[in-house]
């Protein structure tokens, strides 16, 4: 059999939801509001070590493709086509919808403070206040310890993450400490160049998607959303076992591609073209089902609802959802929470228990013949 190197995909893993998710879905109080749309998308990158192409780090670059699609030609898509594009659709009953336009993109590599707020606030006024913007942050955390934390305003306390080069733990810490040797009475002075999560609650007058992929990401677990807009993070495991400072973060792997994510995962680095279709069939079928118990979940947040109306942000939903599963049944990455990724408001914890996650994960892993690296327990690690 001929095998490949195993090629990232932009494959949309579950945009066909059977037809009675739809159906379920009109009884919910978010199916009565006008659809929410991805209008913008802010993309920020501070990994100094990652491959980079001209000013884009392999964790910016994927998430720019996972929010690229083809256009559907105006006469419709052919027989090939369709097989080529059959996880980019949106499907009721069986006609084909209309597909919409990518979101406009802006891309900052290395940013100050000042100018990526000064980019959110242009974006922000682009965005119709019912529609929505994303923000994917990759960069270095920077947490505080103890000592600092009764230094420092509260909403500060918990740290954030590097902007640019110029702020690391070790700088913001020693900033902080000499701040408060220097002159006990005034509060530790910060890092600058550290984008904390007080410091996004100004742009969530508009519906904000955010990304974190950070050592600091469960720093933003608690963002406030105060002005009645849908707000969801996803935030990658704080702790992992596998590095892969070089050639990207696992968490966004499995944003862009999640079955080649899989295999870094498992360590297989070459995978029959035909197998690796194969996958993405099943991966899809499940995730189709994952969306429709999304949908008409009973203890879900109205947040979470209210952006899978999105092509681009319920596919990083899912996503977000086989990637947790995968590392929580892994044997030796998914030990304890903080080598999972987390959400806020948090995903229910009975949907990754759900035993369709689990099996996809058993059959994926039977096609690369790595069962043995995978627990057989069905409980999954508690959120925090």
Not at 22 to 35: I, K, L, R, W
Not at 241 to 265: Q, W
Request: include cysteine; hydrophobic fraction near 40%; charged fraction near 20%.
């Amino acid at each position: 059999t001929t095998s490949s190197n195993v090629e990232e995909s932009n494959s949309d893993v579950s945009l066909h939801p059977p037809p009675s998710a739809s159906t379920s879905a009109a009884a919910s109080p978010a199916a009565t509001a006008a659809p929410v749309v991805l209008e913008e998308a802010v993309i920020v990158g501070n990994r100094q070590n990652q491959v980079k192409f001209s000013e884009l780090t392999v964790d910016m670059f994927r998430i720019v493709q996972a929010l690229e699609r083809e256009p559907v030609p105006a006469g419709g898509l052919d027989g090939e086509q369709k097989d080529a594009q059959r996880q980019d659709r949106l499907v009721e009953g069986d006609r084909y919808l209309k597909q919409r336009d990518n979101p406009h993109k802006s891309m900052l590599f290395t940013p100050t403070y000042e100018e990526l707020s000064w980019d959110l606030c242009a974006r922000m006024r682009e965005v119709n206040p019912s529609s929505a913007m994303l923000l994917y942050v990759s960069g270095p955390g920077v947490p505080l310890d103890g000592s600092e934390t009764n230094l420092i305003p509260t909403h500060y306390a918990r740290g954030g993450v590097s902007l640019n080069n110029l702020s690391t733990p070790a700088s913001s810490s020693a900033s902080a400490s000499a701040s408060a040797s220097s002159s006990p009475a005034l509060s530790a002075s910060l890092d600058s160049s550290v984008l904390f999560p007080s410091e996004l609650v100004p742009f969530c007058r508009r519906n904000l998607f955010l990304i974190v992929e950070s050592s600091n990401s469960f720093a933003f677990s608690d963002l406030p959303s105060p002005f009645g807009k849908a707000l969801l993070c996803l935030l990658s495991p704080q702790q992992v076992k596998r590095r892969t400072d070089e050639y990207g973060n696992i968490f966004t792997m499995f944003l862009h591609d999640p079955i080649s994510a899989f295999c870094f995962v498992v360590d297989v680095r070459e995978l029959d073209p035909q197998v690796y279709e194969a996958c993405n069939e099943k991966l899809a079928d499940t995730l189709s089902a994952v969306l429709s118990l999304l949908r008409t979940a009973p203890d879900i947040d109205r947040s979470i609802v209210i952006f899978l109306d999105d092509i681009f942000l319920r596919r990083f939903i899912l996503r977000f959802i086989f990637c947790r599963v995968v590392l929580a049944l892994h044997k030796q990455l998914g030990a304890s929470p903080l080598e999972l990724p987390q959400s806020h408001p948090k995903i229910p914890l009975h949907l990754f228990q759900h035993p369709l996650l689990a099996d996809i994960v058993y059959q994926l892993a039977a096609e690369c013949d790595v069962v043995s690296q995978f627990s057989s327990r069905t409980e999954m690690v508690e959120q925090d």
